[in-house]
C-alpha cells in the first residue's frame, strides 16, 4: 500500500551493495564527494553527446501535475475518451462524459473520422466497464473502415483479430474471415503510424522467430520503440505519487491455475479492503494511515483523489512518529512551496533513517527549494538513499553522473547505477540500459541485454497492464470469454502471463461452453503454453505436460517437462513427477521415488486434478504432512514454558549495550555533511 515506495525495503541491503560491489563513485565517502566535484568544475565531459542522445532526468519535479486547467469542451473529451478505448485503454470514470463522448463518436464517425471509426470498433469489440455491450459485426465494421483510412490503432487490433482469429476462437464469430497472413502487414502500418501495441506485437514476433524469421535487431528496435511510449504513458500515473514514483504492481502478473484463490484472500485491493483501511487509520493505526495517504494522493482504488485528506494522514501519521509519513508530507509540502515546514519534516525522516527522507532533502537541493541550490549536497543526499536501496536515487545519481552535476561526468558510472535500478524493475533505467546496450555507447554493444531491459521497459506500460488487469477481473466475474478475448490481446503482444492464461482459458473453460470443440480448444492451449514455456515460464512447462498427460497420454514426454521444471525449482513439476512415480506413468512405478518427490512439493500441487477416492486419500496425507510443522511448533511453545520462556538458560539482557540516546531535534546543519 505505500505507493510511494519505490523498491520493497527487504531489497535495501541487497542494492547497496550491488552499489558497493560495482564500485560507484560515492563508495569513495562522503569526502569523496568533494575531490570529484572540484575535477568535473575543470574538465570537460566525455560523455555529452550520450546525454543529448538520451536526455535522461531526475523523477522528481516540483511543478503541480494537476495545476488549474480550463475544463475541455466536449469535443477535445470524446476525442481523449476516444483516443484511450482505441488504444486498447480502460476509461477510469463512468460518468456522464462517456455516454455523450459515445453519441459523439457515433456522428463522428458517420462523417468519416477515422478516430472516431477505430474508438467505435474497439468498444464494440471489448466493450468497457462503463459499457459492456458487444456488437462484432458493427466492431469488424468500423475497425476496417479506420484502418483502410491509416488509423494507427484500428489497424494494430484488426492485425490481432487476423493473427489469433479470436472471434471465431472465444465467439464462434464466423461471419467474417480471417487470415493469418494479413497480419503482419497491418503490425507493420500501425507500428510506422506509431501503435504502441502494434510494435510489441511485432517485437514478440521477432524475439521468438514466430512466423517470421527470428531478429535480434529488429525485435530490440521494436521494443525500444515501444518502451519510449510506455514510458511516456507512465507519466501522469507516476506523478500522482507522493514521490513521483512508478507505482509497485503485481496483480497484473497474476498466473491462473485450478486451484486460484478468490479475489479476497488474494489481496486484491477492492471497497472493503479501503474500508478496513479507513478504520485502522481513524483507530491510530500508523500503517493505516499512512496507506489512506497514498491512496488519497494517487485517487486509486476507486477513491477520489483527495490531496488534503492525504496530508492529513501523513501529518497524523508523522506526529506519531512514522518515518515515511515525515518524508511523505515533506515531499507534499515542498512542492506547495511551505519550504520551511517541507524540510523539517524532511529531516526528521532522514534522521530516523528513511531512504526517502533522505532522497526528499536531495530533491530539495537539487531544485534549490527551501534549501541552497547545490548538486554536490544532492548528490550527497541521494547516495545516501541509494544506500537504502531507494531504486529512484539510485536511478536519479545515474543522471547526475551523466550530466556531470554534483559528480564526476562518466557515462560508465551512470549505466551501472542504471543497470542497478533495471535489475530491480524499473521502467526508466531499463530503458536507458537497453538503449546504450542497443548501441554500445559506452558499454558494450549487447543485443540480447538490450533487448531484455527494453522488453521490460515496455512491459511497464499501462495500457498493456490494463489488458491483464481487465482479463483477470473478467475472470473472477465468472466472464471467461471476455476474460479470454483479454488474456489473448496481452498473449500477442508478447506478454507472457497473458500467453500463459490465454493458454489456460482455452485448456480448462472454454471446453466448459463449447464441448464440441474441445480438441481443437486443447490444440490452441498447447500452442499457447508451449509459447510461454519456450519464453522461460515454468508455470507454463508444467501445465503444458499436464495437458500431454491427460489429452494424449504422452507420458514420456510430460515426464521429460516435468523433470526439467523440477530441477529449475518447480515444486509442481515435483509433485506432478511423483504423482506418474506412484501410477507407473511412463516410468517404472516406483513409491519411493514418489514419496520423496512429493515430499519435497510440500504435498500439494496447485495443478493437480483429482477426484473421488483418490482426492480424499491425498487430502489426508497433505494434512498429516502439515501437522508436522504444528507439532514442532507446538512442542517449541511448551519447552518454552517449561523453562520460564528461556530455553537457553541466559539473562534476556545478556550482550546488548545501553540504548543510545537523541539529542535534540532539528539542527539547522543536520545534513551538513562537512
Request: neutral net charge; charged residues 20%; aromatic residues 8%.
Given at each position: ?596 518427490l512429493m515430499r519435497d512439493a510440500g504435498m500439494q500441487s496447485k495443478h493437480a486434478k483429482l477426484g473421488g477416492l483418490e482426492k480424499v486419500l491425498f487430502g489426508v496425507v497433505r494434512s498429516v504432512y502439515e501437522a508436522r510443522v504444528f507439532i514442532m511448533v507446538l512442542a517449541m511453545l511448551m519447552t518454552a514454558v517449561a523453562t520460564n520462556g528461556n530455553p537457553f538458560g541466559r539473562r534476556p539482557d545478556a550482550g546488548i549495550g545501553e540504548a543510545p540516546e537523541w539529542h535534540g531535534d532539528d539542527v539547522d546543519d543536520f545534513d551538513d555533511f562537512d
Open positions: 500500500m505505500r505507493e510511494s515506495r519505490t523498491g520493497p525495503r527487504m531489497h535495501g541491503r541487497m542494492i547497496g551493495g550491488w552499489l558497493l560491489a560495482l564500485g560507484a563513485t560515492p563508495v569513495l565517502g562522503l569526502a569523496g564527494f568533494e575531490s570529484v566535484s572540484r575535477e568535473s568544475a575543470s574538465a570537460p565531459s566525455p560523455t555529452k553527446d550520450i546525454e543529448q542522445f538520451l536526455s535522461p532526468s531526475v523523477t522528481f519535479v516540483l511543478t503541480e501535475e494537476d495545476a488549474a486547467q480550463v475544463p475541455p469542451s466536449e469535443e477535445v473529451t470524446w476525442q481523449l475518451h476516444a483516443q484511450k478505448i482505441a488504444s486498447l485503454q480502460q476509461i477510469d470514470d463512468c460518468t456522464e462524459d462517456l455516454l455523450g463522448s459515445t453519441v459523439a463518436m457515433v456522428e463522428a464517425a458517420s462523417e468519416g473520422d477515422a478516430l472516431a471509426m477505430a474508438s467505435l470498433g474497439t468498444l464494440y469489440l471489448l466493450g468497457q466497464e462503463c459499457s459492456p455491450k458487444r456488437n462484432l459485426t458493427w466492431a469488424v465494421h468500423w475497425l476496417q473502415r479506420a484502418a483502410a483510412l491509416g488509423q494507427a490503432d484500428a489497424q494494430a487490433t484488426l492485425g490481432f483479430l487476423h493473427d489469433s482469429d479470436a472471434l471465431r476462437l472465444v465467439y464462434n464469430f464466423t461471419a467474417v474471415t480471417f487470415e493469418k497472413a494479413k497480419a503482419m502487414p497491418l503490425f507493420e502500418a500501425a507500428a510506422g503510424g506509431g501503435s504502441m501495441y502494434a510494435a510489441m506485437a511485432l517485437a514478440s514476433k521477432y524475439h521468438l522467430g514466430l512466423g517470421v524469421k527470428e531478429s535480434c535487431p529488429a525485435s530490440a528496435a521494436y521494443y525500444e520503440a515501444a518502451a519510449s511510449a510506455a514510458i511516456a504513458e507512465l507519466e501522469p500515473k507516476r506523478k500522482k505519487s507522493v514521490e513521483q514514483s512508478n507505482p509497485i504492481e503485481t496483480e497484473h502478473a497474476t498466473l491462473l491455475h485450478r486451484q486460484i484463490e478468490p479475489r479476497e484472500a488474494r489481496g486484491v485491493m477492492d471497497v472493503s479492503s479501503i474500508e478496513y483501511l479507513d478504520y485502522l487509520a481513524q483507530v491510530g493505526d500508523l500503517t493505516g494511515k499512512v496507506s489512506m495517504g497514498h491512496i488519497y494522493h494517487s485517487g486509486t482504488h476507486g477513491v477520489k483523489r483527495d490531496k488534503v485528506l492525504a496530508k492529513h494522514w501523513f501529518r497524523s501519521a508523522a506526529i506519531a512518529g512514522e518515518p515515511t509519513a515525515h518524508a511523505a508530507l515533506g515531499m507534499m509540502l515542498m512542492r506547495g512551496k511551505e519550504y520551511k515546514a517541507a524540510i523539517a519534516s524532511l529531516r526528521r525522516g532522514a534522521k530516523l533513517n528513511d531512504p526517502s527522507g533522505w532522497a526528499g532533502l536531495g530533491y530539495a537541493y537539487l531544485h534549490g527549494a527551501g534549501l541552497p541550490q547545490s548538486d554536490e549536497r544532492a548528490a550527497k543526499s541521494l547516495w545516501m538513499a541509494a544506500r537504502s536501496g531507494h531504486l529512484d536515487s539510485i536511478f536519479n545519481l545515474g543522471v547526475l553522473h551523466m550530466q556531470g552535476r554534483g559528480v564526476a561526468a562518466d557515462a560508465k558510472t551512470a549505466f551501472r547505477h542504471w543497470s542497478i535500478a533495471a535489475e530491480f524493475q524499473h521502467p526508466q533505467a531499463q530503458l536507458l540500459v537497453g538503449r546504450m546496450a542497443l548501441r554500445g555507447l559506452e558499454v558494450r554493444k549487447d543485443c540480447a541485454t538490450a533487448q531484455f531491459f527494453l522488453k521490460h521497459a515496455a512491459e511497464a506500460s499501462p495500457t498493456l497492464r490494463s489488458l491483464l488487469l481487465v482479463g483477470l477481473a473478467a475472470y473472477d466475474a465468472g466472464r471467461p470469454q471476455r476474460s479470454l478475448m483479454h488474456y489473448l490481446l496481452a498473449a500477442h503482444a508478447g506478454l507472457e502471463a497473458g500467453v500463459h492464461n490465454a493458454a489456460f482459458l482455452l485448456a480448462e473453460e472454454m471446453p466448459k461452453l463449447r464441448p464440441a470443440h474441445r480438441g481443437p480448444f486443447k490444440e490452441r492451449a498447447a500452442e499457447y503454453f508451449q509459447q510461454a514455456a519456450i519464453a522461460g515460464s515454468m508455470e507454463a512447462q508444467v501445465q503444458l505436460a499436464n495437458l500431454l498427460a491427460e489429452q494424449s497420454r504422452n507420458y514420456q514426454l510430460a515426464n521429460k517437462l516435468y523433470t526439467e521444471a523440477a530441477q529449475a525449482g518447480s515444486r509442481d513439476a515435483m509433485w506432478h513427477l511423483g504423482y506418474n512415480y506412484m501410477h507407473g506413468h511412463g516410468v517404472k512405478s516406483d513409491m519411493s521415488v514418489a514419496w520423496q
